[in-house]
C-alpha cells in the first residue's frame, strides 16, 4: 500500500482491543468460558496506571490488574481492571454516545447462540435478533447484548460475497478464519 501523505510509515496493524472491567475474573470467565477465548497472560497488581494523562504530572496511583486473552486466528483482547473507587458506580456510555464502544463476535449460528446468552444471569440480550434491511449490509443479522457490569458486546452473521458494499468496492471486511479457507 503506497504511503499518503500524512499516513503514518511503515506498515501498522491492529495489535488488541481492550476494555477495562470492574472485575477481572468476572470478565475472564466470560471471554473464556463463553466466547472461547484463550488466556495469554495474566499481569499485575501494578501500583498505577503506567502513564501520564494529559493536564497530570505523574501517572494516576490506580491499582491496575489486568490480562490479555487471545480470540483464535482474529483478535487479541485486554482487559483491564482498575482499583479506583471513583469509577466503581458510573454507568459506560451506550455505543450511541461520544466514546461508546463494543466489541462484535461473528456467530455462524446466531440464534443458537443467543439461546445460550439469553440464558446467563451476567448478560442482558437486548430484544431480538435483527436483519438488516437495507444499505451497504443488507441481510447481515446482529443482535446487541450488555454484561451486568456494561460491557457491549454485538453479535453478528454476515455472507461474504452477498453485501450490498462489495459491489462498490474491493476492499472487504475480514470474514471469520473458518469463512476465509472456504473463498
Known sequence: MENKKG?????????????????LN????LFINVFGCELVFRGGPYADVGYVWPGEDRPAETPMRCAVLTHGETTNIELLEYDNPSQKHMIPPRPCERGGAHICFYAEDIEEV??????????????????????????????????????????????????????????????????????
Open 7 to 23: 499516513m503514518l510509515p511503515g506498515r501498522l496493524s491492529v495489535d488488541h482491543v481492550g476494555y477495562t472491567v470492574p472485575d
Open 114 to 183: 443467543v439461546k445460550v446468552l439469553r440464558a446467563r444471569s451476567d448478560i442482558l440480550v437486548m430484544g431480538d435478533v435483527e436483519k438488516e434491511v437495507g444499505g451497504s449490509i443488507d441481510s447481515a443479522d446482529w443482535i446487541y447484548t450488555v454484561t451486568t457490569w456494561g460491557l457491549v458486546i454485538e453479535i453478528m452473521r454476515w455472507e461474504p460475497g452477498k453485501l450490498p458494499y462489495e459491489k462498490q468496492t474491493a476492499v472487504r471486511m475480514v470474514p471469520p478464519p473458518w469463512l476465509k479457507k472456504q473463498q
Open 26 to 29: 468476572q470478565a475472564l470467565d
